[in-house]
């Protein structure tokens, strides 16, 4: 967002004397990691651990709340596609209302729940596009996200298509998945990766006939979708459970106190 180069300028020496200073910097991908290495912190020092999930929070075996499936907007035997979060700039979520255009008319319906400084443009291009199969819902505490979750039998994860968000990844997808959904990530670069390795559905980012296609075969595929949720759900077991990481951020902090 920043285009003054001299506030630039300052900003990066003052990050880069943070790098210095500290004892271990600990990024959230590899990509980050990458990066600090490009440019001039030593490797040694340089750690990632990722975002996880709490798994106790999620049960991939609780049914669906036909009330909250009523409040975002499904009828029985529609297939409901959530996407929960912010509504920022970095998610590009006016594609996925030009993809929800594509299957309007169709026994599908999308929900976005949350708020951000995009939401206006999403409803406006809601508006535009006179969709009859989207809603949109202000944000929740943390403490309805799990049935929110599990009232949806898709989640999405978009970002925009920018060389930048490569190296991101949304942490909302560790949750999507500790609730056992089916995942579609319209997203490239490291988060496509763990996706691709959690068995969940991948498309170009901003691409929306790519997505609409993506949506539209799962919708039709019940037996699919509970199959990417289970192994969605072993994969955050595994590899992104939050005691584990903090086992590992622990280990981080021992060796630079002993340091």
């Known amino acids: 967002m920043l285009t003054s180069r001299s506030l630039i300028g300052l900003l990066e020496r003052l990050e880069l004397a943070a790098y210095a200073a500290a004892d271990a910097v600990v990024?959230?991908?590899?990509?980050?990691?990458?990066?600090?290495?490009?440019?001039?912190?030593p490797p040694g020092k340089v750690h990632t651990i990722?975002?996880?999930?709490?798994?106790?929070?999620?049960?991939?075996?609780?049914?669906?709340?036909p009330a909250v499936r009523t409040r975002l907007g499904a009828q029985p035997g529609d297939c409901l596609v959530l996407y929960l979060g912010t509504h920022g700039i970095s998610q590009a979520l006016p594609a996925v209302a030009d993809a929800a255009a594509r299957l309007d008319g169709e026994p599908i319906v999308f929900a976005f729940v949350g708020e951000g400084a995009d939401k206006q443009r999403l409803r406006s291009r809601v508006h535009e596009l006179g969709l009859?199969?989207?809603?949109l819902h202000p944000g929740v505490p943390h403490c309805d996200v799990p049935a929110l979750l599990a009232a949806a039998d898709i989640c999405l994860a978009p970002l925009r298509s920018v060389p930048l968000f490569v190296t991101f990844i949304p942490s909302k997808i560790f949750e999507y998945l500790a609730a056992g959904r089916a995942v579609i990530?319209?997203?490239a670069g490291e988060s496509a990766q763990i996706l691709r390795e959690a068995g969940?559905?991948?498309?170009?980012?901003?691409?929306?006939?790519?997505?609409?296609?993506?949506?539209?075969?799962?919708a039709?595929?019940?037996?699919?979708?509970?199959?990417?949720?289970?192994?969605?759900r072993a994969h955050v077991e595994?590899?992104?459970?939050?005691v584990t990481l903090a086992r590992q951020y622990r280990a981080i902090l021992e060796a630079a106190g002993r340091g």
């Open 27 to 41: 990024v959230v991908s590899d990509g980050f990691r990458a990066n600090l290495i490009g440019r001039g912190v």
């Open 50 to 65: 990722r975002n996880g999930v709490t798994l106790g929070q999620f049960n991939p075996d609780t049914a669906a709340s």
């Open 132 to 135: 009859a199969n989207v809603s």
């Open 185 to 187: 990530g319209a997203v």
């Open 200 to 218: 969940a559905a991948v498309v170009p980012p901003e691409d929306s006939d790519a997505l609409a296609g993506e949506i539209r075969a799962l």
């Open 220 to 232: 039709a595929d019940p037996a699919r979708r509970r199959a990417m949720g289970r192994q969605g």
């Open 238 to 242: 595994l590899a992104f459970d939050r």
